[in-house]
């Protein structure tokens, strides 16, 4: 047997050399390797164990980890498998995404002959990033639960890295030290030695509620994957006999001469998200810049005079895209024009909108129905039963929302489908904000309040599956909107992602915004130092051109830095643009076509890196971003703001740009500030000085070559 699997890797290699140079093996040992990061794992050909026994850049030392680390564990009906279990090699053969991943999947099967599991690693192009799932086969003669899913997991060497280790959690942005377990928000985690200026940075691309990272939890490991058992919203999936299932993905990457994880968060993995990940946004052949949105202050109390005079407005001011908000319809649920508010229906409506040059937009709640809805009362097996086996609504536990929630394990998916293809292309619509609670809620904290307790829904088995199906039959929804029309702008807010503020990798795959928040425009310099630090806090772990921020309104006070803030994530506005004047109107102009142009020159809106030197926005300091493309090095933009500092001046350096270019500094007016090289920009910087406590500041930056 093992003369066998020799000769047969011998003929594997020859083949994977032929294609890419990322994985290798023999008859014990699998080596990944892509010229940056290497990772050797010990085959089960003799003591039946699956190991990772070295994990390193290549470019230096590394001493994170053991060389005994167990790389997965979960349990399939109620049995504990890992990698220390006993399993038998069944083959390995080369893998690949379309994204330039290339690595091996390595086939193995339990030694009860219960399951196999297929272990996939892929490696990309000159980054430091393995990614990897498991795809699991039930062999055996029963329907069983795989649940508690570690798709990776890492043994760390004694002492130094438990004590000394920072842990840069929710979003890569919350330094702590000792165990941590990480939430929803742990979509990426960072765990960084100073000493050693080395690291390991965890990408979760499990879904909304149900990812979980761990740090030195309950031993000294990293581990990585979906929610155990025993969690708030508990991860499960039944696998019928000879079915698989594949678990998402979670990538690493191991990092040293890095006296802070800097570079890898603001550049490393922007690259390998933006380049490899497949999410929405990088498909967008033109991306929005400035968008309006009408819910505030309008609400519900909308109609088409009224929409037909915001339009004039808003393109006057320069605003590009036109989203509709709540209250056009006649229910939730059936979704039908309210011909008293709409007489002409939508379509007359959308069609206006972009003969000013904008593109039109509509709010739709994706998973609700109002009880008095004919589709609620033709359909009632379609909706959520709680854990009473009553109807739920899992939105919000208030009475102005009195709505039933659907369950997409049943023919709900496909019948919201077809009303969201209809207005996407019988009436144009470009952009849909899809929005409300659809497996748990922002607001509701009795997790037993989330899911679908039905027992006869074709899709979900329990309460536990339905959480994980029905986020999945959401994707699928919107791959099914993209596939009809690719240049879809889908923004799922928070609400629809189950969490406050909650945005993710597996989101990203599938949508291309979400949006975050609802701060009032009329606190001045509060909101804009909460749009800032969202913005912040969030990336560069998530594109910034995916941050929904609302809700600053266009008449507000101080209304220019709420624009200036916002240039950092997704340009939005909402209020009432017929109360500005001609004046106002013209300087609104004036940003939306800086925006655009910026977009059109440097596509700023793929973009976003810290500022260095400028950290966490908040009151009594000077904070900052910057929106390089570094792919092109052309340049970018930069936002510098002081928020109540003392100090009126303060040093702007820029970096990852080209060292040898020059490139100027320019005021939104064109006005030349600087001209200085890339080494320059990123060594002396200009200056800036601003009079005002509350104030900021955008500028350019422009190579001459």
Known sequence: MKKLLSILAVSLIFNVESFAQYAKWTDGELMLNNGVVERNISLPTNDGKFITTAYQPLDGEFNYFTTNNIDFQFEFGEELYSGNSQWKLIGIETAQDSFEGNGAMVTLQSHDDQLQVAVKFLLYPN?????KSLTVK?????EAALESVDVERFSVTGYLPTTFSWMYSDYGRRKSIGPYEGNMQDALLIVHNMDWEAGILIGNEATGVLKRTSVFWESPEISAGLTHKEARFPFRKWIKPGETFETPQVFTMVYNKQREPNDILSLTLPDFVRKHMRIRLSELDEKPTFVYNTWEPFKKDINEKLIMELADAAAAAGMKEFVIDDGWQNNYGDWGIDKTKFPNGLKPVFDYIKSLGMKPGLWISVGSAAPDSKVYHAHPEWFVRGKDGEFSNLHIEIDDTDIRSACFSTGWKDYIKDILLELTLDHGLEYLKLDFAVVSSAYVFNPEVSGCYAEDHDHHKDHHESLYVNYERMWELFDALHAAKPDLFIDCTFEAMGGLQLIDFAMLKHAEGNWLSNYDGTKGEKTDL????MAW??????????LVIGNPQMQDKGWEMHIQSIAGALPIMLGDPRQLSQEDLIKYRGYADWLQAMEQKHSIMSFRQDLFGFGEPMEGHWDGFQRINTDTKSGGIVGVFRHGAADPNRKVLVKYLA????????????????SLTGQEMEKSGFEVELDSKYEGRLFEIETLD
């Open 127 to 131: 980054l430091p990033v393995i990614r």
């Open 138 to 142: 039930n062999l055996g003669p029963n």
């Open 530 to 533: 909460r749009v800032r630090n």
């Open 537 to 546: 806090w969030r990336s560069p772990a998530m594109p910034a051109t995916a």
């Open 659 to 674: 060292p040898e270019k020059m490139y100027q500094v320019r005021n939104l007016d064109g006005k030349l500030i600087k």
